[in-house]
C-alpha cells in the first residue's frame, strides 16, 4: 500500500524537489548581495542589473521549454534544466572574476528556467482531478527553498568556529560554499526524475509532431481580450513580487535600519507562510479562480504598501507585514498556475503557458534593475512604492475580470 502512495506521487515529490533547489539556488543571491558587493567592490545598481540577467535568461526559456515538451515530452526538458542548473552553480564555487560569476548565474537562469512551465502543465496532466491542490503542493515545496536559503547564508556567514573549521576544507569555502551543495543535489535529483518518472503515458506525453503548431497559434491566444487582461495580472504581479524579494533583505537594513541578521530572518518569513498555498490552491479548485487571486492580491498590495508606509516601525510590525506579503504572494501563485492551465487548449497548453511565463518573467526580470536604479538615485523607500502600485495594478485587473466573469 505504501509503495503505490509512493508511487502514484512519484511525478510529485520529484519535479516539486527540483523546483526546491530551483528556487533555493534563486534566493541564495539576495541574501549574498552585500557579500557579492564586498567581495569584487560593485554597486547596488550592478549587482541588481546581474540578478536581472539571471531573470531574463529565466524568462527567455519559459517559451522554448514549453514548445520542446509539447514536442519531446516534459520529463527530459525537466531532467536537462536540473543538470544546467547544477553545472552553474558548481561554477559558482570556483573563485574568479565578476565576469565569471555572472556568467555562472546565467547558467543557473537557463537551467532553472526550464523548469515551472513545464512541471504545471506536468501536474496538470498527471493529477487533472486535483490540479490546484497539487500545484499548491509544488509551489509550497518550491518556496521552502526560499526559506531554507537565507538560513543557509546566516548558517554560512556567522558560522561557529567549529563548522567554520569544517567549511574552510571544502571549495568556494566563503559564501560560494552553498552553491556546491545546490550543485551536487541537482545532478541526483536530474538522476531520479530520470529513473523514475520517465515512461509514464502521463508525464512523458508529447503532441504529434504532424500536429506541432506554428508561433502564430501561440500569438493568437492575445485576441482573446480576457486572456490578455490576466497576462497583464500576472506581469505586473510579477514585476512587484521580484523586485521585493531581489532587495527586501537591502531595504530592511537600509530603509528600515534592521541588524543585518534580523533583515535576514524577516526575509525567511516572506517565504515560510508558503504553505498557504495548499489552502489556496485547494480554494480555488472549490470557490473558483478568480474570487480567490483577487483575495490574495489585495492582501499583497496592503503588506507592500505598509513595508514602504511603516519602514521605521521596527522589527515586529515590519515583520507582520513581510509574513502578510508572503500570505497574499504565495496565495496567489497556484491559482495563477491553474487558472491558465485551464484557459488554455489542450495542443497549445506548454507552449502556451511558456508565452505567458516568458512576458511575466520578463518583467520580474527588469524588477531588481529598476529598484537598484531607482533606489541608488532617490532611495529605497520610492523604489519600494512603485512596486506596491504594480502591485495594486494587478489586484485591481483581477477584480476586474471577476467583476465580468
Known amino acids: 500500500m505504501n509503495r503505490d502512495r509512493i508511487g502514484e506521487y512519484d511525478a510529485l515529490i520529484l519535479v516539486s524537489l527540483v523546483w526546491f533547489l530551483g528556487k533555493f539556488v534563486r534566493y541564495l543571491f539576495p541574501p549574498l548581495f552585500e557579500s557579492i558587493q564586498g567581495a569584487y567592490g560593485v554597486s547596488n545598481a550592478v549587482v541588481g542589473t546581474a540578478f536581472t540577467g539571471f531573470m531574463i535568461v529565466y524568462a527567455l ?102 563548522l567554520a573549521a569544517v567549511l574552510a576544507r571544502l571549495p568556494g569555502a566563503d559564501w560560494r560554499a552553498p552553491f556546491l551543495l545546490t550543485g551536487v543535489l541537482a545532478v541526483g535529483l536530474a538522476a531520479a526524475t530520470a529513473v523514475r518518472i520517465s515512461g509514464s503515458a502521463a508525464a512523458d506525453g508529447a503532441t504529434d509532431g504532424d500536429d506541432d503548431p506554428g508561433a502564430a497559434a501561440y500569438l493568437r491566444l492575445f485576441r482573446n481580450p480576457r486572456f490578455a487582461a490576466f497576462v497583464l495580472v500576472t506581469v505586473a504581479f510579477s514585476f512587484a513580487y521580484n523586485g521585493t524579494v531581489a532587495f527586501l533583505p537591502l531595504y530592511l537594513s537600509e530603509a528600515a535600519a534592521l541588524p543585518a541578521t534580523t533583515a535576514s530572518l524577516l526575509y525567511s518569513a516572506l517565504f515560510a507562510v508558503t504553505f498557504v498555498q495548499l489552502a489556496s490552491g485547494d480554494l480555488s479548485d472549490r470557490l473558483g479562480r478568480l474570487p480567490v487571486m483577487v483575495a490574495a492580491l489585495g492582501l499583497a498590495t496592503a503588506a507592500l504598501g505598509g513595508l514602504v508606509a511603516l519602514a521605521g516601525a521596527g522589527a515586529v510590525p515590519l515583520g507582520a507585514l513581510v509574513v502578510a506579503l508572503g500570505l497574499g504572494s504565495h496565495g496567489f501563485r497556484p491559482v495563477r498556475g491553474a487558472y491558465l492551465v485551464e484557459a488554455l487548449p489542450d495542443r497549445l497548453a506548454g507552449g502556451g503557458l511558456g508565452v505567458v511565463r516568458t512576458l511575466l518573467m520578463g518583467g520580474g526580470a527588469l524588477a531588481p534593475s529598476a529598484v537598484g536604479i531607482v533606489a541608488d538615485v532617490v532611495g529605497f523607500r ?23 466573469e
Open 61 to 162: 526559456l519559459q517559451f522554448p521549454s514549453g514548445a520542446v515538451a509539447d514536442r519531446l515530452g516534459p520529463v527530459r526538458v525537466i531532467v536537462a534544466g536540473a543538470l544546467v542548473a547544477g553545472a552553474g552553480s558548481l561554477a559558482v564555487v570556483v573563485d574568479a572574476p565578476f565576469a565569471a560569476l555572472v556568467a555562472a548565474m546565467l547558467v543557473i537562469g537557463a537551467g532553472t528556467g526550464v523548469h515551472k512551465t513545464v512541471s504545471v502543465r506536468l501536474i496538470a496532466r498527471v493529477y487533472p482531478a486535483r490540479t490546484g491542490r497539487m500545484l499548491g503542493a509544488h509551489d509550497t515545496l518550491g518556496a521552502m527553498g526560499g526559506v531554507a536559503a537565507p538560513a543557509v547564508v546566516v548558517a554560512v556567514l556567522s558560522a561557529p568556529p567549529a
Open 382 to 404: 520610492p523604489a519600494f512604492g512603485l512596486l506596491a502600485g504594480s502591485m495594486g495594478l494587478a489586484a485591481v485587473v483581477a477584480a476586474g475580470l471577476w467583476a465580468t
